[in-house]
Every structure is written in structure tokens, then in C-alpha cells.
């Protein structure tokens, strides 16, 4: 409240993001250091080494889908807020063709991690015999290829559309934005929603959760806010935002962070409560390994640390304009979002007990090595504000009084 | 009879004797509003039509406690919800459903989770109202207009240093379209 306008802080245009060549050869080390363990790992134990490769592969894949999600929900709303910090969700979509190519990889680890690639055990399994039309290889790889280019041409229009509009300064990308991403937002609520079964709750193909898509969902809102604030406050630090982007932009993206961590803990609890109470065996399965063993500190882990910590610390409307201590909550939660893909996961490894060491650190850094290094590449090439965006004086004068 | 007319009576609120300049222009409010605060006036209204960018800056209005009020009755009501529903199921009439154990935590979550939203939003409403002064019958009125498109700054004559002739030239000042001795 106290502050005065932005109008008389000192402005320098944004241009890109200079990326250093240090930067880039620290991302390109890690995604050798990620596939070296990878490989290695093929070698020595194949069904972990593809465990912790969907676990990086998802997690990352998450925040690049929730960057073009983000940008369509302020497309569709008009807003006018976010304006000056969209480019930044935008980038992230620069990693979805990795993705794509990581989906066509992941096939090859196919009978590792699904028991219904394998057609001795689907025929040895009644259940997997019955669900054999919609979930076999062949159908799950035409399914995952039409989904990325269903993604990949929305991102063509969405983002492509606004760096388009970086340099004609056209107005009617912005009107054209609205159809595309109403377009999107439903092909999106269907295809995210089959993905996340086909790549996680098909781990456990017993298993079903009609909830599965929104909790994944839930975690991609969350973990895209956070990955969001922190690109903004490194911006910010390097004193590339100035007078584009202040503490009101990263109040309201927390309060987005704030409202998707309850989100979060609301779905988690509507799916757990109702298997619970149901208690019945095709649905507890699911539960019973991650409630019992050394599984069950992990569960409480999530509770915690995924709901209850964040939940308190971003209650305050000072901590969410306090940029560090903003900084330090979105740090946690990105953590424990792959602490929950994990949890998701590895049961399915080891129901008995917890599996966690190098390897799967440094293969999520691989994957977070690549994410880095397509993101930066992008904003490296476009300006890191949308300058010609029409309502871009809305986001300049963004101004929130609670 | 008797106590409608006192409840009335106390509702109906005395209004204080003070000094109103009204403006056509929002800003020339917020103007006024600062400058009066930097006279070292502290207990002056400003009234608009709508919502006032800075208005609170301006004044020196500090932040309301009503949030401070919403998380306290929000934990109040989270546990009373959790000690309603263990004392309803297992200590005062014990019931078995469903062969779980009779105060079983997940199954309660929603009742303490609707606790902690009624007491919050009730009290921070109830907060609001008791902060507001409200209700209020028949309050003094300075200006119909007020509702329309005039702004008024009142000082009630018992602020800090008030000087009745020092205000009004104040107000001129600033633009001031009226000046007027009233009640608020």
C-alpha cells in the first residue's frame, strides 16, 4: 500500500535474457550427466533406471504443459494483470518438443514400467485381458503422439501468435487468442487428464481413480506458479523487470500458489477419503503400500510439506510480496512436487520400502538441465515482456490493495 | 413497543459536529486527504461514491485487523469441529459405522474443514459490521450527492488541532466547491 506508482521508478525496456555460456554448458553437462546415469543404469538395473526417468520426464513435462495452460486461462480471462509475466509461462512450452521426443523414448521403456506392454502377463491376467482394448502399446503410442501435436499446434498458436504480436504489434493475435484458447482449454481438460492415466495411474493397472487427472493437475498449477516466481525474482535480481514487473505481480502469482496448494490438499483428500471409507480391495490398493512400511513417511512428508507448511507461511499478504521468502515456498514446493511424482511412482519399484539415492537425483537434474536449457534458449531469443501486447498498461499499473 | 423504540434509539447514531469541504474530482479528494493528514489531522472521513485508489494510503489507514480475526476464529473452528466431532461420536454416543474405529479422523475432515470456513467468514463479517459502526439509522446526511458524484473530506471538531478557520481555508485551497459547517 505504502508504495507510490511504478510511474516514477527508472525503466529499461526488457530485451531478452542474456544466457551466458556458463549457464549453457552447465545445463548441457547435466543432461550428459543425467543420460550417462541413465545408461548406465539401463545396464544395472533397467526397471529403476526407467522409474527414475518417468519421474523426471513427468515432472517436467507438468510445468511445460501448465506454462501453456497458464497463458490460455489468461487469454480466455482477458487479463491484463499478468501481461508483463506471461512471456515467462510462455517459455516454458519451449520444452514441450523435448518432451515429445522424451514421450518417444519412454515407449522403449515401455515393458518395464507397464505390465499391460507385456502380452504374457496380460494374458496371464484376467483384469489386464479386459482393459486390453484401451490400454496396449499400440493404441497408448497413438494416443501419446496425437496428444503432443494437439499440444504442439496450440502452442504454435498461443505463443507463437504472441511473438508474433512482439513484432507487428497486432491486436488481433490478442482477440484470435481467445477462440484458440478456449479451443485448448478443452482439448486440454481431456488429453492431460487420459495422459496422467496412461503414464502414471497405468503403472498399477488394477488400479483406477476417476480424480487421478485433476490431482495430477493440481501439482502442475502449483509447481508451474513456483517455477514461474522463481524465473521472475532471477529476472527481477539481474534488474531486467524494473518497473515491468513488482511486488503486485508476485503477490497475486502467490496468491495462485497459495489457492493451488489448498487446491492440491482438497483433491489429494477428496480421492483418499472416499477409497478410505469405501474400503474396497481394487481401490486400496493403491493406498495400502503408501500408508504401511517406510512408504508412510513419505505420505505424511507430503502432507506437511506440500499442504501444511506453505499453507501457514503463505497465508500473510506480506509473506507472498516478500520476494525471498516467496522465493524460498516456491522452492519448497517444487521440491515436494517431485517428492509427490515420486510417491506416485516408485511404489510401484519397491511397494516394500523407500528407493531414493544419486540416481534418481541425477537424472531429474538431467531432465532439469534440458528443461533449462529450452527455456533459457527461448528467452534468450524473444524479449522477456510481451511489450506490444494492447493491454500491457493494465500489467504496469497493476496495483493490489489486498 | 418500549424496546423496539430503545433498540432504535441506540442505532440511531448522534453524528459529531465537525467542518465537510465537497469536491467534483476524485483526486482533488485524495489530494485533500493527504494534505490534511500532513496538518496533523487524524480522525477525518472521506467519503465517495466508489472505491478510492491511495485513498487509504493517503489517510494513513493502517491495515485492518479483520484478517487477524479470520484466522484466529479459523483455527478456533477447526477445533472445535475436531473436538465436536470426537466428543459427538466416541464419547457421547459411541456409534460403529462401517467397522472403522468410532473417531476416525478422515472421516471427520469435512466437518472440522466446514467449521473452520463458518466460524472464520461469520466472524470477519461480523467484524466488518462492529468495525463499521453499522447498523445505522438515520444518519446524518452532508450531502446527497455523495452517492453520486461529489467527494467529501469531514473533520469531526474533535480531532487532533482542530481550528475551524485554519480548515476551511485549507479546503478552499485545494479547490474545495463548498464548504459547509455540519454534522457526520
Redesign the interface.
Known amino acids: 500500500?505504502?508504495h507510490g506508482h511504478s510511474d516514477n521508478v527508472q525503466r529499461v525496456t526488457p530485451g531478452p535474457l542474456p544466457v551466458s555460456s556458463t549457464f549453457k554448458a552447465f545445463f548441457l553437462v547435466l543432461m550428459v550427466l543425467g543420460a550417462a546415469v541413465f545408461g548406465y543404469l539401463l545396464f544395472t538395473d533397467k526397471e529403476r533406471a526407467w522409474h527414475a526417468y518417468l519421474a523426471g520426464y513427468f515432472y517436467f513435462f507438468l510445468i511445460a504443459i501448465g506454462g501453456l495452460f497458464f497463458s490460455s486461462i489468461q487469454h480466455v480471462t482477458k487479463a491484463g494483470w499478468s501481461v508483463n509475466v506471461r512471456r515467462f509461462c510462455e517459455a516454458f512450452t519451449a520444452f514441450l518438443p523435448y518432451a515429445f521426443v522424451g514421450a518417444l523414448v519412454l515407449f522403449a521403456g515401455g515393458k518395464s514400467l507397464f505390465d499391460w506392454f507385456d502380452s504374457a502377463k496380460v494374458h496371464a491376467d484376467h483384469l489386464l485381458e479386459h482393459k486390453q482394448s484401451y490400454l496396449n502399446p499400440t493404441f497408448f503410442v497413438v494416443r501419446v503422439i496425437v496428444f503432443f501435436a494437439l499440444w504442439l499446434l496450440f502452442t504454435k498458436k498461443l505463443v507463437g501468435g504472441s511473438l508474433e504480436q512482439d513484432k507487428t504489434g497486432d491486436e488481433n493475435i490478442t482477440h484470435k487468442s481467445v477462440g484458440w484458447s478456449i479451443a485448448f482449454l478443452l482439448v486440454f481438460s481431456i488429453s492431460f487428464s487420459l495422459f496422467c492415466v496412461d503414464l502414471i495411474m497405468a503403472l498399477q493397472p488394477h488400479w483406477f481413480s476417476t480424480i487421478f487427472g485433476v490431482y495430477c493437475f493440481a501439482g502442475l498449477f502449483q509447481s508451474t506458479m513456483a517455477a514461474m516466481i522463481l524465473f521472475i525474482l532471477f529476472c527481477r535480481k539481474q534488474g531486467l523487470l524494473t518497473g515491468y514487473v513488482d511486488e503486485n505481480h508476485l503477490h497475486d502469482l502467490g496468491k495462485f500458489m497459495f489457492a493451488f496448494t489448498v487446491f492440491w490438499a482438497y483433491i489429494a483428500?477428496s480421492q483418499?477419503?472416499l477409497i478410505?471409507?469405501a474400503?474396497l480391495p481394487e481401490e486400496t490398493i493403491f493406498y495400502i503400500p503408501r500408508v504401511t512400511g517406510s512408504w508412510v513417511y513419505v505420505s505424511a512428508a507430503l502432507l506437511l510439506f506440500k499442504f501444511v507448511v506453505p499453507f501457514f507461511a503463505l497465508?500473510?499478504?506480506r509473506a507472498k510480496r516478500n520476494p525471498a521468502f516467496l522465493g524460498a515456498i516456491a522452492v519448497l514446493i517444487l521440491i515436494m512436487q517431485y517428492v509427490d511424482l515420486y510417491w506416485l511412482i516408485y511404489p510401484n519399484l519397491s511397494a516394500e520400502k523407500v528407493v531414493f539415492g544419486v540416481p534418481e537425483i541425477v537424472i531429474w537434474a538431467g531432465f532439469a538441465g534440458m528443461f533449462m536449457f529450452a527455456v533459457t534458449r527461448f528467452l534468450s531469443k524473444h524479449p522477456i515482456v510481451p511489450l506490444k501486447d494492447p493491454r500491457i498498461q493494465e500489467s504496469m499499473h497493476h496495483?493490489v490493495?489486498y | 413497543m418500549d424496546i423496539i423504540e430503545k433498540v432504535i434509539q441506540r442505532l440511531r447514531s448522534p453524528g459529531k459536529k465537525g467542518i465537510a469541504g465537497i469536491w467534483l474530482d476524485e483526486h482533488k479528494l485524495v489530494h485533500a486527504a493527504r494534505e490534511a493528514r500532513k496538518s496533523g489531522l487524524t480522525k477525518f472521513e472521506a467519503i465517495s461514491p466508489f472505491p478510492l485508489h491511495d485513498i487509504d494510503a493517503a489517510m494513513g489507514i493502517p491495515m485492518s485487523f479483520i484478517p487477524w480475526v479470520t484466522f484466529i476464529m479459523g483455527l478456533t473452528g477447526f477445533g472445535f469441529g475436531t473436538w465436536f466431532t470426537w466428543w459427538a461420536s466416541s464419547q457421547d454416543w459411541a456409534l460403529i459405522i462401517g467397522g472403522k474405529p468410532m473417531w476416525s479422523l478422515p472421516a471427520f475432515v469435512p466437518v472440522m474443514f466446514e467449521c473452520t470456513i463458518l466460524f472464520a467468514a461469520l466472524s470477519s463479517v461480523g467484524a466488518l459490521i462492529w468495525l463499521c459502526g453499522l447498523p445505522k439509522i438515520d444518519p446524518p446526511v452532508i450531502d446527497p450527492d455523495l452517492t453520486s458524484h461529489k467527494f467529501a473530506l469531514f473533520v469531526p471538531e474533535d480531532d487532533t488541532g482542530f481550528n475551524a478557520a485554519n480548515i476551511e481555508k485549507m479546503f478552499k485551497d485545494m479547490g474545495a466547491v463548498e464548504v459547509k459547517r455540519t454534522e457526520f
Open positions: 500500500m505504502g483428500y483418499y477419503m478410505w471409507y474400503n497465508l500473510s499478504r496495483h490493495v
